[in-house]
C-alpha cells in the first residue's frame, strides 16, 4: 500500500494546482491558486504552507515577498 493512497482527496487536488502553477508558470495560472487553496486546505495548513515557502528564500526575498501580500510598501517606495 502505497503513501497515496492514505493522503486525503482534498490534499491531492491541492498539491495538483500547485504542480501544474509551478509547471506551466504564466500570471493566470498562479493567480487563480490562491482560490484553490482557500477552497482545500483549512487556514493552519495554508498557514504552514506559507510559513515554510518563506523560509526557503533568503531573509531579503522573504520580507519584500511578505510585504508585497501584507501590503507593506517596500522601503524604494516609501523614499519616492
Do not use: N
Not at 497515496?4 to 508558470?25: F, M, N, V
Not at 493552519?44 to 510598501?73: H, K, N
Amino acid at each position: 500500500m502505497s503513501i497515496s493512497q492514505h493522503i486525503p482527496d482534498h490534499i491531492k487536488r491541492a498539491t495538483r494546482c500547485i504542480g501544474c502553477a509551478l509547471w506551466l508558470g504564466t500570471t493566470d495560472d498562479w493567480s487563480g491558486l490562491h482560490t484553490v487553496l482557500r477552497a482545500r486546505l483549512t487556514p493552519d495548513q495554508r498557514a504552514a504552507l506559507a510559513f515554510m515557502v518563506l523560509r526557503s528564500l533568503d531573509y531579503d526575498t522573504a520580507c519584500q515577498t511578505a510585504d508585497a501580500v501584507l501590503g507593506v510598501p517596500l522601503a524604494q517606495e516609501e523614499a519616492a
